[in-house]
């Protein structure tokens, strides 16, 4: 789903080589993960998606360089 291709998007990049405004990003990336994990957790199935989409859009930008 989006959460996994998302958090493989990221495993994908080394945060300790990235500058200041991709960490910045890197880490809004991180943050979406997890809140859309929580939405999931309460079933609140609308926001998890819109989270996981940004965390998507986010990781791909950071895979790709």
Known sequence: ???????QNLDRVKRK???QQARA???S????IK????AL????YVFAEQLATKALA???ELAKG
Do not use: T
């Not at 789903?1 to 958090?7: D, H, P, V, W």
């Not at 809140?35 to 929580?38: C, D, E, F, I, Y």
């Open 25 to 27: 990003q890197y880490d």
């Open 41 to 44: 957790v309460v079933k609140n």
């Open 58 to 60: 986010v990781a791909k």
């Open 35 to 38: 809140s859309a994990r929580s």
């Open 17 to 19: 080589d990235l500058g």
């Open 1 to 7: 789903g989006l959460l996994f291709e998302a958090q």
């Open 29 to 32: 990336a991180v943050s979406f």
